[in-house]
């Protein structure tokens, strides 16, 4: 199994941004696509934007469409979440998760980073 590390997330005012890492820390993310979900309390986990290993992007989720953006960088083994214009919807545990091909279902991955909370509250 691929072993995923998270860091990144905390406390953020609304309109600001935070930068989320998913580092893969035994090998590398070369040759998998990277989802990043989250979960609001007592809900499923939602898909929020995929990058392939190619660095084809899928945005899942369109209430993210302009504020947040996905990277790699596949020499740091890492991937990231850039989310700017913050609010308190976007307030959740984000996970991210590897997979061979992008997948809104969270049943579809067995490799998944320890989640990391995101809270934006004034």
């Known amino acids: 199994h691929l072993s995923l590390v998270q860091s990144g997330g905390g406390l953020v005012q609304p309109g600001g941004s935070l930068r989320l890492s998913c580092a893969a820390s035994k090998s590398t993310l070369d040759y998998y696509d990277i989802t990043w979900f989250r979960q609001f309390p007592g809900k499923e986990y939602e898909a929020v934007l995929c990058?392939?290993?190619?660095?084809?992007?899928?945005n899942y989720d369109e209430s993210v469409k302009g504020r947040f953006a996905i990277s790699r960088d596949d020499a740091r083994s890492t991937v990231f979440l850039l989310m700017n214009s913050l609010n308190p919807e976007d307030s959740a545990v984000y996970y991210c998760a590897a997979a061979s091909a992008c997948w809104r279902s969270p049943s579809r991955f067995d490799d998944w980073g320890q989640g990391t909370q995101v809270t934006v509250s004034s």
């Open positions: 990058i392939e290993s190619n660095g084809g992007i899928t």
